[in-house]
Structure formats: C-alpha cells, structure tokens
C-alpha cells in the first residue's frame, strides 16, 4: 500500500533532517518515494506503476509518495527541481535519485541493484 507523507511522518519514517545533518535511515526496510504533483503528466504514468509494485513488493518495500505542492519544505530539502523525481533508499547506504517517469522494469532493477530486494 501506498503512503502519502507528509513533513511529520517523513521525519519519522524516512529521515529526521532537523535532527541530524547525515543521512540516518529511520525505517526498517527499503523504501521508495515519488516525489510528484497532481498537474504533472509523467507522474500521472508512474503512479499506476508504483500502485502494481506496492502489490508485488508488499512486506519487501515502502513506497510513498510526497506531493511537492502541499510539501514544499520536503522538496526543499532533497532539492527537488523536476518531477518526478524517484528516491531509492536502501536500509543500510545512501540514497539514490531518479529523475523522470521510469518504466517498471527500471524499478524492478533498481529494486534489485539499489534496494537489495528482488
């Protein structure tokens, strides 16, 4: 399932950014964030993807999803100039950026290559 996020619950599930300036993964699997907006067209073909990914993967990944309308701090932070912007966070590296709408056979090889998830 599909969990929209908002400042509050990013820092709790995500990365509390106010607390600490190095990234500190707070979930305890990897997870997924689209970063989008209602009027963009390229999210609009992503967002079915992700709700079949969210089915396939569920237990194995988070995916969530940040509308940088209502969220502007939080596309702020992660210096969010195109979207949709993808980010891949495994539970023990650094995150990854993805820009733009991908196909689901890229997620699923960034699922295995960055997530560590098959």
């Avoid at 990897?30 to 989008?36: C, E, L």
């Avoid at 990944?61 to 701090?73: C, L, N, S």
């Avoid at 056979?105 to 560590?116: C, E, G, M, R, T």
Wanted: glycine share 4%; charged share 30%; net charge negative.
């Amino acid at each position: 399932m599909i969990e929209h996020l908002t400042v509050e619950t990013f820092k709790q599930k995500v990365f509390n950014y106010e607390a600490s300036q190095d990234w500190k993964f707070e979930g305890n699997k990897p997870a997924v964030i689209d970063f989008y907006a209602d009027w963009c067209g390229p999210c609009k073909m992503v967002a079915p993807v992700l709700e079949e990914l969210s089915k396939e993967y569920d237990g194995k990944i988070d995916i969530y999803k940040v509308d940088t309308e209502a969220e502007q701090e939080l596309a702020a932070v992660f210096g969010i100039r195109s979207i949709p912007s993808i980010l891949f966070i495994p539970v023990d590296a650094q995150p990854q950026m993805a820009m733009g709408a991908l196909p689901k056979d890229s997620f699923k090889q960034a699922f295995k290559d960055v997530l560590k998830v098959e």
